[in-house]
């Protein structure tokens, strides 16, 4: 079983569409993600009727590794519906997610995210985010504490 399986399967578990009241829809969408020092966490996306208070499967896998680990880093990420990704933009986190992991840690632009389970086709945060806007202040941190 490789890496990539073993996160299906963590995230398969949590896929079990609900409606947990008559405004809240729960676990249409899961995630796994490893962390930087291998752990595994999952996620689950979580919609009301207001938008405001919506979580992606993707934030609540991070916010569960930040809240269980302290961790910021993450190597591999895998997200989906009824299926595994399958190519075709499937398995893509939105415009939100990828800035959130972007924001918690500079070196998330090295993330994997699996697109393609059958083929094991990756792509790199970084390469969604080329010239992403706020590598200047990391750079500009990084100054700061050389001083």
Same mark, same amino acid.
């Given at each position: 079983?490789?890496?990539?399986?073993?996160?299906?399967?963590?995230?398969? %578990?949590?896929?079990?569409?609900?409606?947990?009241?008559? $405004?809240?829809?729960?676990?249409?969408?899961?995630?796994?993600?490893? &962390?930087?020092? /291998?752990?595994?966490?999952?996620? $689950?996306?979580?919609? &009301?009727?207001?938008?405001?208070?919506?979580?992606?499967?993707?934030?609540? %896998?991070?916010?569960?590794?930040?809240?269980? &680990?302290?961790?910021?880093?993450?190597?591999?990420?895998?997200?989906?519906?009824?299926?595994?990704? $399958? /190519?075709?933009? &499937?398995?893509?986190?939105? /415009? %939100?997610?990828?800035?959130? $992991?972007?924001?918690?840690?500079?070196?998330?632009?090295?993330?994997?995210?699996? =697109?393609?389970?059958?083929?094991?086709?990756? =792509?790199?945060?970084?390469?969604?985010?080329?010239?992403?806007? /706020?590598?200047?202040?990391?750079?500009?941190?990084?100054?700061? %504490?050389?001083?």
């Amino acid at each position: 079983m490789d890496i990539w399986e073993t996160l299906y399967e963590k995230a398969r %578990a949590q896929y079990h569409p609900e409606e947990v009241t008559p $405004f809240i829809q729960a676990h249409h969408v899961v995630c796994a993600l490893e &962390s930087g020092n /291998g752990g595994i966490y999952t996620g $689950f996306c979580i919609e &009301s009727c207001c938008g405001v208070m919506d979580l992606c499967a993707e934030r609540t %896998a991070a916010l569960n590794m930040y809240l269980q &680990s302290g961790q910021t880093l993450v190597k591999r990420l895998i997200v989906f519906r009824d299926r595994p990704p $399958f /190519g075709g933009g &499937s398995g893509m986190p939105c /415009g %939100a997610c990828r800035e959130f $992991f972007m924001q918690l840690n500079q070196q998330n632009r090295d993330m994997e995210i699996l =697109v393609d389970y059958e083929t094991r086709e990756t =792509v790199r945060l970084g390469t969604l985010l080329p010239d992403w806007w /706020g590598m200047v202040r990391y750079q500009q941190k990084g100054k700061e %504490a050389a001083e």
